[in-house]
């Protein structure tokens, strides 16, 4: 190998980042593309002996000339040597909860947050920096400190590390050795060094080490290794290189990243002053049958709101114990405080310099490509809006900012309306900055929602919040009985209970019971809202119900039976959801929305008592004012004296399962993280166990399990139900996968499928993906599908099989390989019928089969900030409702080292290893030496701690 010193190296990257800007390919930024020009041009250009390009480039790194991440390479000075990725400055890692996530619901929760990396910390640029002008290299280098190479599974690969001495001294190398051990791997030297048999290294010498992986399977092998020197003046020292082999599939690396990935960058608009012209809206959200009586103000948060830093008296409302009399206060802050920061998360979304193009099908619309909306990154409805500025006016101190409407949301483009005089003047292709906005209509409503229930005095129907001296009804009946004769009234009625243990069902039969009513039944999230339409449907005559989605929602998201038989608001000829008039809703005798489309209900003002019954399921899932919207305006309260006949509330759910959604770390920590749900059990008497039971006259607690098998409830039933759950579904379908072929052991359904995967993104996208999951799920996929009907077992369509997986972008690509890419899958006919979702679009849903892709892997580990890298997978209300959907057959795929990082999943996974469930990847629970880990990099005298090293930049 011939000998370049540091100095010789950062020459030759200066000479070659001259060549690309003669060349005008300074902007070239793909590292392959790179590696082409310099082998094949550069390199060439005379008989020069010149570095390989891993080297130069590792060096313009190292000297802060040149920005290297993954594939993707920027010259240019990026300050000191190791310069951080100019990563986001806002929102900070502690500007959000772990746990928060955002209030669009059906979205990928933790992918959002995901973003929020740790800097790339100057220990990382310490442990991996060359020292004393020892250099480690290798033909792999990926920049960064990683070297990484590809490897087919049982072929050996073996690539070369070399220790280069280009300083002016000798240096004794004292050994080297990976420090979390990876079975795959093994290393060699010819002198097989230790610090018994050191190797004396001269100025100039380098020492090649062979890094060899061996593996049987699919998957990704990290490996740290750290190389320890000693020098005579110095003493010793060492340098450490994350090292990883990819085994992929060929579907695998289809799936890869189509783009290198770039983190937020902290946007650098400045102060400007705006001049506003509206767009043109469609045409749905101009005149609607459904006429608006009842104003909806806008509820902007007072200014003084950011800029007196919320001290006081925000602080003391905040603190404040919730009652009545500060209900809408305490409410309306909190919301404040989520919008706020909500505004602060939909920033990193803008662009700049995006061309638009006119729309040849409607030349009044304009064409934007918004990378992320098929995933909600921003999430752009129909009837929302954005502001475009001209990029090449970005700098004048006043712009001309155009509003566009959402005309039509399409895979990864948007159609805008603007206003005419954008449209005269605009040319395909002109440039321009974009600014997101998020809707505000749901937060308006909930804020009315809370100021009405002030106004209408619900304080006894919101659970008696200040007056708890009911009268208590001993008798005994069931929950249907109960509800049907509207004893609990003016307080609501709860059923609550684990999962599958027919809380919907119980609600659904109530509805049909209740004579002489006009129910308006809702949940949190358009796919729960289905379901309980899907279910009245099988009940309850067509004509007597009503579907009213928001004009936002995709038609092509609702499911068949609600489209098949017509009974919900789209217009075919109209081509958008419509909403009718008053007088034509008030015949029905069932409206089903969601909650916040409640709202629209509340604005046409129905006559008082019109809504006998309001029925919330799902109601753990939701923040109190948004319970609220289909509450406040839509029921009168009962008061013995004065309205005998005043309206009941019945609310269904589960408190350990999914909680509301939120942002604001503020707005959680002073109590919007607390469903009414959650808030009446807690707090209030009436909903509280007595000496043996509930009292019956108010809630119910349902224990019986009619959905899944005995294995599936075992982990919920011990972890979150206190052993009380039974099971009591029907056999003929919870048993039929027993004796599935494809088990680990017959008669246990769980299958356990360990993927040393790995973690990747792509674009702009902060939600993360693993190929290498989506491959074994395929697998699997194909095995249900393909070979049906065998030994015993029933035929199974696609709609009875569900997927789970947390990160929107693995949902995705899960999505592109069954519909896309997998031959045999997308020619089955029902395959569209295959749900992939978010845990939040399974609650209350069910499937004879569940498989779940947990995503989240090991990465390059310097430490073990587990916390971090399972992010949401460690909600335990999350993991209860993943893994309770299955009635027959559940697969987990995931990586096992990561998820036994949670004391959730570390009982379920060591329950399937010991009921025999487990395959896959070869894990073994870690020793103790491994997980002195920490330890062992906190003495390399690198720095006292070794924080949020692992992740990849
Ligand atoms: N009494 C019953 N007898 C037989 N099957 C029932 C009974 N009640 C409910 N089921 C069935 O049990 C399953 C679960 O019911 P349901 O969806 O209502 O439960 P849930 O409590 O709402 O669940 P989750 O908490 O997951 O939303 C459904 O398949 C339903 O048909």
Not at 270 to 290: A, N, Y
Not at 323 to 345: A, I, S
Not at 365 to 374: C, D, F, H, K, T
Not at 709 to 725: C, R
Request: glycine share 6%; with cysteine; proline share 6%.
């Amino acid at each position: 190998m011939p000998k370049f010193n540091f100095r010789e190296r950062r020459e030759f990257g200066d000479q070659f980042v001259q060549f690309l800007k003669d060349t005008g390919r300074e902007a070239v930024s793909s590292r392959e593309a790179l590696r082409t020009i310099y082998n094949v041009e550069f390199r060439t250009r005379n008989d020069t002996k010149t570095p390989n390009f891993s080297s130069i480039l590792f060096t313009l790194g190292q000297s802060g000339r040149a920005e290297v991440r993954g594939d993707f390479v920027r010259f240019g000075k990026v300050g000191a040597a190791h310069a951080a990725p100019s990563c986001l400055s806002a929102p900070r890692a502690d500007e959000v909860a772990p746990r928060a996530a955002p209030a669009c619901r059906d979205t990928d929760q933790l992918g959002l947050y995901a973003h929020i990396q740790p800097a790339p910390s100057a220990l990382r640029a310490e442990f991996i920096g060359g020292k004393h002008g020892v250099e480690i290299l290798s033909e792999h280098d990926r920049g960064n400190g990683r070297i990484r190479f590809p490897v087919t599974p049982n072929e050996p690969a073996t690539v070369s590390i070399w220790v280069q001495n280009n300083g002016a001294e000798e240096v004794t190398l004292l050994g080297y050795r990976a420090l979390r051990k990876q079975r795959e791997f093994t290393f060699h030297d010819e002198s097989k060094v230790t610090r018994q048999q050191p190797r004396v290294l001269q100025p100039g010498d380098s020492y090649s080490i062979e890094a060899r992986c061996l593996t049987q399977h699919y998957g990704y092998y990290p490996v740290t290794v750290l190389f320890e020197f000693t020098k005579e003046q110095d003493g010793p020292f060492s340098i450490g290189r994350f090292v990883s082999a990819v085994a992929n599939s060929r579907l695998a690396e289809e799936l890869g990243p189509t783009a290198p990935y770039r983190p937020y960058q902290a946007n650098l608009r400045k102060t400007v002053t705006f001049i506003t012209e509206d767009g043109v809206p469609p045409d749905s959200s101009q005149h609607p049958e459904l006429k608006q009586l009842i104003p909806l103000g806008f509820y902007n948060y007072p200014k003084d709101l950011i800029t007196s830093g919320w001290h006081w008296p925000c602080r003391k409302s905040l603190a404040a114990e919730l009652q009545f009399e500060n209900y809408q206060e305490k409410f309306q802050l909190l919301l404040h405080l989520e919008e706020l920061q909500m505004e602060v998360d939909i920033r990193r979304y803008d662009m700049q310099d995006v061309p638009m193009v006119k729309d040849t099908q409607n030349k009044r619309l304009l064409i934007l490509e918004v990378p992320g909306v098929a995933e909600n990154r921003p999430s752009v409805l129909r009837g929302d809006h954005l502001f475009v500025t001209r990029s090449e006016q970005r700098t004048l101190p006043q712009l001309v900012q155009y509003k566009g409407y959402v005309h039509a949301v399409e895979l990864e483009r948007v159609k805008l309306g603007f206003s005419p005089n954008l449209l005269a003047s605009f040319v395909n292709n002109l440039k321009f900055d974009v600014i997101f906005t998020f809707n505000r209509l749901p937060l308006r409503v909930q804020h009315r929602a809370v100021e009405l229930a002030k106004k209408r005095n619900l304080g006894e129907a919101l659970g008696g919040l200040f007056d708890r001296n009911l009268e208590t009804n001993q008798e005994q009946y069931d929950a249907v009985q109960q509800i049907v004769t509207g004893m609990s009234r003016p307080a609501p009625y709860i059923i609550f209970g684990p999962p599958g243990t027919g809380k919907t069902v119980t609600m659904v039969e109530a509805i049909k019971q209740v004579r002489d009513s006009h129910v308006l039944a809702c949940a949190p999230s358009n796919s729960a809202s289905d379901l309980l339409c899907q279910r009245l449907l099988k009940h309850l005559d067509k004509g007597s119900i009503y579907r009213i989605n928001a004009s936002s929602r995709d038609y092509r998201q609702v499911p068949e039976e609600i489209k098949v038989r017509p009974c919900c608001n789209w217009d075919d000829a109209q081509q958008c959801h419509v909403y009718p008039s008053k007088e034509k809703l008030q015949h029905y005798r069932v409206i089903i929305t969601t909650l916040v489309t409640a709202g629209r209900l509340v604005t046409a003002q129905f006559p008082d008592g019109h809504f006998s019954h309001v029925f919330i399921d799902e109601c753990g899932h939701a923040v109190e004012p948004e319970c609220l919207v289909a509450i406040a305006g839509i029921l009168t309260t009962m008061d013995r004296e004065t309205n005998t006949n005043g309206g009941q509330l019945v609310l269904a759910g589960d408190p350990k399962q999914l909680g509301p959604i939120l942002r604001s770390p503020l707005a959680i920590e002073h109590g919007l993280e607390v469903s009414l749900l959650e808030r009446l059990m807690k707090h209030n008497s009436l909903y509280q166990k007595g000496a043996e039971s509930y009292d019956p006259q108010f809630v119910t607690k349902l224990l019986r399990n009619y959905r899944s098998h005995a294995a599936l409830l075992e982990i919920p039933n011990q972890e979150f139900y206190d052993g009380e759950l039974q099971e009591c579904a029907d056999r003929l379908i919870s048993y039929s996968y027993c004796t599935w072929e494809e088990l680990p052991t017959q008669g246990f359904p769980i299958i356990f499928h360990g993927v040393s995967g790995e973690d990747q993104r792509e674009g702009n996208s902060p939600s993360f993906f693993n190929t290498l999951e989506v491959e074994a799920l395929v697998t699997y996929l194909k095995k249900l599908l393909q070979s049906q009907g065998k030994r015993g077992r029933s035929r199974i369509s696609p709609k009875e099989i569900g997927i789970i997986s947390p990160y929107r972008k693995q949902v995705e690509k899960i999505r592109q390989a069954i519909t896309k890419k997998d031959g045999d899958l997308m020619k089955l006919p029902d395959i569209k019928e295959l749900k992939v979702g978010s845990v939040e679009e399974f609650q209350g849903q069910e499937r004879r089969v569940l498989l779940i892709s947990t995503v989240r892997s090991c990465t390059e580990y310097l430490s073990m900030d587990e916390d971090f890298k399972l992010g949401f997978l460690k909600n335990p209300k999350r993991f209860n409702v993943a893994i309770t959907r299955a009635k027959a057959l559940l697969i987990i795929v995931g990586n096992p080292t990561v998820l036994s990082k949670d004391p959730h999943w570390n009982t379920f996974l060591r329950y399937c290893t010991a009921k025999g469930g487990y395959t896959g990847y070869p894990y073994a629970e870690e020793s103790p030496e491994e997980d002195a880990l920490l330890e062992e990099l906190n003495s390399l005298h690198l720095g006292s701690r070794f924080p949020h090293m692992e992740t990849g930049f």
